[in-house]
Structure formats: structure tokens, C-alpha cells
């Protein structure tokens, strides 16, 4: 059995809300799931809360408790830089879980001269670079390592077996085992390793087997050891600061050929793809580019093109001294399993011709400034439609599927107006159309006044259609009943009256 | 932009276009109602927007007819000739159309909506249900004598059908935006298309 370093830091998911969520971490907080405490800092254990409380109880015992849900996407994002540290003094680290993770010791105790100074640099190392407090144990076995590091300890080499003995035997955390066990008089790891094989894997079946050996200290499982992300950065430091967008194209094309070789030589490719640039004057300009398709090398050398050429002769905003060094930062990387065409050729290049266009553009204005329409649920012209960069998802901001009463019947007006313009309705007798709180018109409109025109006669008019929308949310909520309008000059309107304020918000143009 | 209507007939224009596959932009059209576009039968994945161009439009709308089929654009104020004929070079030259909202100098074909009227309307009741408008067209060439023609926009079932929720609920793209009423032939637009 090999000997295994494991590094162990307490209390993970309180402290990785610490990190990722800025709790206080030295007040008592506790992490929640399914209303059951399951991880507490040292200030709550002073408290009297232990593990598995109720939420209800917990808070009872301590009023000012924080209260935080668990999440493991958390832990893990927060242990990524620790892991990091780790591997930057040894390599081969395997991550147990979020907060656990161990290695082989046998190569950093040569390297740093003994189990205790390879123990004291990690923790160490891990405690300065990412203010995280870690334990060290070492043993025979993820298993031994793991139980030891709660206690700080090394074990001597040959010793784990005997280390084990007096732990009690919820160690093998197998509830049901556990249980049954204690009720069978065995309570420590030693009674249990003490008793024959045979009988307990005829008894208890495998995974008892397997947990018979780990408390006999025969943990076998070699380490998972994780293969850490590659480097795929590229850049460029350029002597002579580059001004000119010829020089700039010529540079692009070489760092998107050697992106692309290395990509290529990984077997991955790219969906987006980020560009930063450094001027002389240490200015920092960055942007990312998003792509549905994947990137080839002649489309990563056109993006940084424009968005050099962009930089570059921007009226606003650009920078006051060349470029010094160029750094291309692939994003969404996945494996590379072809491009798939379209099955009919030309529309494929009519696509990739309309996309170089756009992005082109994009290039110029910026990723914001090309959209493209996505058709949702919502009750008016503008909630319906929301406006996604061009190449980005095109996922709608409402579902089309509940029924939206109080939605205008088509056909929708051509020309929506971005502010409404106020207007004034009044009736025959010449006073101002309002709406009673049951949705009878208070007079036939008349005339129509849109800013400062003359009056116009109305021809023909309808509604209202009435919407009370997201009256929970005070900031969002409007209250509205629309009408639709001919006038005597021929047009159509869409007006809405709000508030005793009459505005025109679209215009069937 | 005579009368009011011109903004259904572009995009009634488009839908014809983009129904057929090809890739439409809009240039400078804030306004625009994407939804009324939907319903007119543009593809909405093959239409972009460039809602603010800036102060460089003319760049960004060569730029788009290097790729784009059909690239219309709402100039911020008077086009000047050469730059109205620099396009339009362009556009001859990648097989795309340009259209102006507004006024181009030099344009192969103006389309005017002239007169426009909704029906469905009455006091207090009904809904719009669609518009009978007459467009005039005008230009050179082929088109130099000049031609009117009218149209039901959208071409909905009649009066008497009734409203059906479903398929309202389900956005019958599929439905032709517009419907030749009168006899006069429809123009042929030419490479540029002055609105």
C-alpha cells in the first residue's frame, strides 16, 4: 500500500462561502441542506450546534446564525485555486471531494527532505496563497491519510493499521453498516478489521468486504490523479508598438495560426474566443467574441483583425499609444469532432458569407451593436421581442406558452416607438377619455392630440385591452388599458392610457 | 414616405425576399416592430439589426452588402449622389440589393405607398384587421413609366370568417403578406430600390 499525503481543510463549504460569498466565516454560520445542518464554522460548534440540527433549532440556539443553502458548485469553484497551489509544489493530486484532496507523499518527502517538511510546505504554501487553513495526514491509504489528517498526524510507515484500531467505527461512513455493527457490539475500527474476511463479505455482502479492508488499513485503490487544464494562451510581445492595421492584420494572422495549432494539436477547438491587448501606455483593452459554429484559424485571424482595426480607428475611446502584446484567451474550449456543413453546400456559404458580414460589423460597433430578433411570450409589441447579439443563443426572455390575456390580436404595428409620445384623447363634448376601475370609457374619443400637432378626428376606435402587469414587483409594474385608433388622415395607432396620461406607443405604419 | 404605410410595405418587401431564403439586414430602424416582421413571414434568424450605426452607416452598410442579400437602411439625413452611387456599385457588383428608407438620388426604382386605409374599425368595436393600400412605382429603364398597383395588407380571411385564438396563438407565418388587387403588373426591381 502506498503512502498517501492528504491535505484537509475543515469546514469546507463554510469556507468556501467565505471565499466566493464574503461571509464572515469567525461569526457562527452554518451551511444548510434540506433544512439539515451540514457543515458549521467553530464560533456556531461554541454555540452548541452540532451537525444535522434542524434549521428551526439551530437558529434557536443561536439567534445571529447565518444561514447558508449548500451548494456544490461552490465548494468545488473555491477549491479550484487550492487544488492549484498543491499541484504547484507536487504533481499528481487527486480531489477526494471539494475541501479533501491527496497525492502520492512519496515524491515530495524526497524532494523536500521528509514527510514533515513536504507536510509543513503544503500547508504552508496553501495557507499563503489562498488564506485557506489546511491539515496534513499521512498514512497508508486515502482512507488512513484521511482519518489522520483530522488529527494532524503522520503515521509511521507499517503503523496504519495500528493508527486505525482505536477510531470508532463511523468512520467507515456506511450508516446502515454502522449501525447494525454497533448493535452487534463491534465499535471500533479494530473490532471490525479483527474479524475474518470470509465471514464478513458471506455476511454483509461486498461493500462491507470493502470496508472491512479499508479498516484493516489495506486501502489498494490507486490515486484518480487529475490532469491538470492545459495552457492554451497564446500571445505576442511586439518590439515596435503597432499602430498601423496592416501591421496589426499581419500579427493577428500569426497568433490565430499558432492558436489554432495548438487547439488543433489537443484535439479541441473554441466557441469563444477572447481578445486582450496591451498598449504602451499600459491601457488594457478586451474583448470576447462568441461564435455558434467553431472557430478556424481564418476566422480567429479575421476577428482579431477587426477588432484591432476596431481599436484602432475608433473615433471614441481609443487608445493613445500602439500596441505592445497581444494575448489570444480561448473560452468555451470543447473537443473538436468536425464541423458539421450544411447538407446543401450553398446555403452554407451563403450563411458563413452573411455571418463574415455581421461580424464584420460587429467588429466596428461592437458585439452589441448587431442584434438579432427572438419572438417570446408578453402582452405588447416590445415585450415580445428581445434583441440577442448577433451569434449569441437565441433563447427568449418569456415563454410562449402561457396564455398572455390582455395580448393585442395581430396584426402588430410596424413601427414601435421606443418612447412613447404623450398625447391628449378627449371625447365629443371636449373633455379628457378616461378608463373607470371596471374598464368602461368614460366618453367616445373624439379628437386626438399627439404633442404639439393640431387636434385630428378620430374615425374609428377600440378597447381597452387592460394590463396589470407584475403588480408584486412595485419598480416593474404597469397598469395600462390600450386602444386602437383610425384617424381621419388615414393613420392607426396603438394608444395606452396610463396613469390619466394618454401616450401613443406604436404605430400601425 | 408620402403617406403613411411606407414601414409595412419594407416589410412586406423583405418578407417576399427572405421567404425565398435570402439574408435581409436593417440599418438605422430603431423603431422597426420585429413582431409585425414576424408576422409578415421574415425568417427572424436570417434578419439582423443594426438598430445604431453611428456616425459611419455608409461603412457599415458596405460592409453588409459584401454578405447580406437585401441591406436596407434608414440614412440619418440626405444622401449625397456619389455616395448613393458608390453603393449602389457595390451592390451591382456582390449581387445584393440596397434599399433606402428615404430618399436616394439615382435609385432604380422608388416605391411610394400613396394611400392607405384600415378597415375592421368602427366606433368602439372591431379590431384592425388589415389595410387596402395603393403603391406607386417609379423609375428608370424598365420601370420609367411608372406603375400603381393595390394591395390588402395582411391578406386575412374575410370578414365573416371569424377570429380563430389558435391560430393566432400558433403565428401562421406561413401566410402571404401581401395580395395584388388591381391589374396593373408589378414592377421588376432592378439591383437598387429607392423607398
Known amino acids: 500500500v502506498s503512502r498517501t499525503l492528504l491535505v484537509w481543510c475543515p469546514d469546507w463549504p463554510i469556507a468556501a462561502a467565505g471565499i466566493v460569498e464574503g461571509v464572515p466565516t469567525f461569526e457562527p454560520v452554518v451551511v444548510i441542506e434540506a433544512n439539515r445542518v451540514i457543515a458549521c464554522s467553530a464560533a456556531a460548534r461554541d454555540e452548541d450546534i452540532r451537525l444535522g440540527l434542524r434549521r428551526r433549532e439551530a437558529q434557536s440556539r443561536c439567534p445571529q446564525l447565518h444561514v447558508i443553502e449548500h451548494d456544490d458548485g461552490r465548494d468545488a469553484r473555491a477549491f479550484e485555486p487550492v487544488v492549484a497551489m498543491v499541484e504547484a509544489l507536487a504533481p499528481g493530486v487527486e480531489v477526494v471531494r471539494p475541501g479533501v484532496c491527496a497525492l502520492a507523499a512519496r515524491g515530495p518527502a524526497r524532494y523536500f527532505g521528509g514527510e514533515e517538511a513536504a507536510a509543513e510546505h503544503i500547508v504552508e504554501q496553501v495557507a499563503q496563497g489562498c488564506a485557506v487553513e489546511a491539515q496534513v495526514g499521512i498514512a497508508e491509504g486515502v482512507f488512513g491519510a484521511g482519518l489522520a489528517a483530522r488529527s494532524g498526524t503522520i503515521v509511521r510507515p507499517g503503523e496504519t493499521t495500528a493508527f486505525l484500531t482505536g477510531f470508532d467505527i463511523a468512520a467507515i461512513g456506511r450508516d446502515a453498516l454502522v449501525d447494525l455493527l454497533r448493535r452487534l457490539g463491534i465499535r471500533t475500527l479494530g473490532?471490525?478489521?479483527?474479524?475474518?474476511?470470509?465471514?464478513?463479505?458471506?455476511?454483509?455482502?461486498?461493500?462491507?468486504?470493502?470496508?472491512?479492508?479499508?479498516?484493516?488499513?489495506?486501502?489498494?485503490?490507486?490515486?484518480?490523479?487529475?490532469?491538470?487544464?492545459?495552457?492554451?494562451?497564446?500571445?505576442?510581445?511586439?518590439?515596435?508598438?503597432?499602430?498601423?492595421?496592416?501591421?496589426?492584420?499581419?500579427?493577428?494572422?500569426?497568433?490565430?495560426?499558432?492558436?489554432?495549432?495548438?487547439?488543433?494539436?489537443?484535439?479541441?477547438?473554441?466557441?469563444r474566443l477572447g481578445i486582450e491587448a496591451l498598449t504602451e501606455r499600459g491601457e488594457e483593452l478586451h474583448r470576447v467574441w462568441r461564435h455558434d459554429g467553431l472557430l478556424t484559424a481564418a476566422a480567429i485571424a479575421d476577428r482579431v483583425r477587426w477588432q484591432l482595426d476596431g481599436w484602432l480607428h475608433h473615433r471614441i475611446g481609443r487608445p493613445t499609444a500602439g500596441i505592445v502584446r497581444l494575448r489570444l484567451v480561448p473560452d468555451g474550449v470543447i473537443a473538436h469532432a468536425g464541423l458539421q456543413l450544411g447538407l446543401w453546400g450553398d446555403v452554407g456559404a451563403q450563411r458563413d458569407r452573411a455571418h463574415r458580414a455581421m461580424t464584420?460589423?460587429?467588429?466596428?460597433?461592437?458585439?452589441?451593436?448587431?442584434?438579432?430578433?427572438?419572438?417570446?411570450?408578453?402582452?405588447?409589441?416590445?415585450?415580445?421581442?428581445?434583441?440577442?447579439?448577433w451569434g449569441d443563443e437565441r433563447l427568449p426572455e418569456r415563454p410562449d406558452e402561457p396564455p398572455w390575456p390582455g395580448r393585442l390580436p395581430p396584426p402588430a404595428p410596424a413601427t414601435v416607438l421606443v418612447d412613447p409620445l404623450p398625447a391628449e384623447v378627449l371625447d365629443a363634448t371636449g373633455a379628457r377619455v378616461g378608463v373607470t376601475a371596471r374598464l368602461a370609457v368614460t366618453g367616445a374619443p373624439a379628437t386626438v392630440t399627439i404633442g404639439a400637432e393640431p387636434p385630428v378626428e378620430v374615425v374609428g376606435w377600440t378597447g381597452p385591452w387592460p394590463v396589470d402587469e407584475r403588480w408584486w414587483a412595485p419598480a416593474e409594474a404597469s397598469r395600462r388599458a390600450r386602444f386602437q385608433v383610425t384617424l381621419a388622415d388615414d393613420r392607426a395607432l396603438l394608444l395606452s392610457l396610463s396613469g390619466m396620461q394618454w401616450s401613443v406607443e406604436a404605430i400601425y405604419d | 414616405m408620402a403617406a403613411s404605410g411606407a414601414t409595412s410595405l419594407l416589410i412586406a418587401l423583405l418578407a417576399a425576399a427572405s421567404q425565398a431564403g435570402s439574408w435581409c439586414a436593417i440599418v438605422g430602424m430603431p423603431m422597426l416592430g420585429a413582431l409585425a416582421a414576424a408576422e409578415a413571414g421574415i425568417a427572424l434568424d436570417r434578419l439582423a439589426l443594426v438598430p445604431h450605426p453611428g456616425p459611419e452607416w455608409s461603412t457599415v452598410v458596405a460592409a453588409l452588402l459584401d454578405g447580406v442579400d437585401v441591406v436596407v437602411a434608414m440614412p440619418p439625413g440626405p444622401i449625397a449622389a456619389s455616395m448613393s452611387s458608390r453603393l449602389a456599385a457595390r451592390a451591382r457588383q456582390r449581387g445584393s440589393v440596397f434599399v433606402a428608407y428615404g430618399q436616394l438620388p439615382g435609385a432604380d426604382v422608388v416605391l411610394n405607398s400613396k394611400h392607405s386605409r384600415w378597415e375592421g374599425l368602427e366606433a368602439g368595436r372591431g379590431r384592425l384587421r388589415r389595410r387596402e393600400m395603393t403603391v406607386v412605382a417609379r423609375g428608370r429603364?424598365?420601370?420609367?413609366?411608372?406603375?400603381?398597383?393595390?394591395?390588402?395588407?395582411?391578406?386575412?380571411?374575410?370578414?365573416?370568417?371569424?377570429?380563430?385564438?389558435?391560430?393566432?396563438?400558433?403565428?401562421?407565418?406561413?401566410?402571404?403578406?401581401?395580395?395584388?388587387?388591381?391589374?396593373?403588373?408589378?414592377?421588376?426591381?432592378?439591383?437598387?430600390?429607392g423607398l
Request: aromatic share 6%.
Open chain 2, 141 to 193: 429603364g424598365a420601370a420609367a413609366q411608372g406603375r400603381q398597383a393595390r394591395f390588402f395588407m395582411p391578406d386575412l380571411a374575410p370578414m365573416n370568417a371569424g377570429w380563430d385564438g389558435d391560430k393566432w396563438r400558433r403565428r401562421d407565418l406561413k401566410r402571404p403578406a401581401l395580395t395584388l388587387v388591381s391589374a396593373a403588373p408589378e414592377p421588376e426591381f432592378e439591383k437598387v430600390v
Open chain 1, 360 to 389: 464584420r460589423v460587429q467588429g466596428m460597433l461592437g458585439p452589441d451593436a448587431v442584434v438579432t430578433a427572438v419572438l417570446g411570450g408578453g402582452r405588447d409589441a416590445v415585450d415580445q421581442v428581445r434583441l440577442v447579439p
Open chain 1, 191 to 271: 473490532d471490525f478489521a479483527a474479524l475474518p474476511a470470509a465471514s464478513v463479505l458471506a455476511r454483509f455482502g461486498f461493500d462491507a468486504s470493502l470496508a472491512h479492508r479499508l479498516a484493516a488499513g489495506l486501502d489498494e485503490r490507486p490515486l484518480a490523479v487529475r490532469v491538470p487544464p492545459k495552457d492554451l494562451d497564446v500571445s505576442e510581445v511586439f518590439e515596435e508598438p503597432i499602430e498601423r492595421v496592416d501591421a496589426a492584420a499581419f500579427a493577428a494572422r500569426a497568433l490565430a495560426q499558432r492558436l489554432h495549432d495548438t487547439l488543433a494539436g489537443h484535439g479541441l477547438a473554441c466557441t
